[in-house]
């Protein structure tokens, strides 16, 4: 069990700076802010993160996402129909030179 919060299930058990067994919240924590995690910040509830940004992924869809914020240099063309999803494009940094342009 984690010696800080004493949570049993976590995906990942890590070390405190001082060696000792924590679960991966205090793990992180510890190693975010060099003390240990408080004990008020424990949730029973596990989440998991999303892969990707979700403020692009609203841009993306929106259709306001330019090649400058996306960061890959390219722009929109304006096409209504793309073959893949803005998010799969700019995930897996896929650039065909139908949809975009320098």
Request: charged share 20%; proline share 6%.
């Amino acid at each position: 069990q984690c010696y800080n919060c004493h949570r049993i299930v976590t995906p990942l058990w890590r070390k405190d700076g001082e060696g000792k067994t924590v679960c991966n919240a205090c793990g992180l924590y510890y190693k975010l802010h060099g003390s240990a995690r408080p004990i008020n910040m424990k949730s029973d509830v596990i989440r998991k993160q999303s892969r990707h940004d979700a403020h692009a992924a609203v841009q993306v869809r929106r259709g306001s996402l330019s090649g400058a914020a996306s960061g890959n240099g390219y722009a929109y063309r304006g096409n209504p129909n793309p073959p893949y999803s803005y998010v799969y494009l700019l995930t897996y940094h896929i650039r065909p030179h139908a949809y975009f342009h320098q």
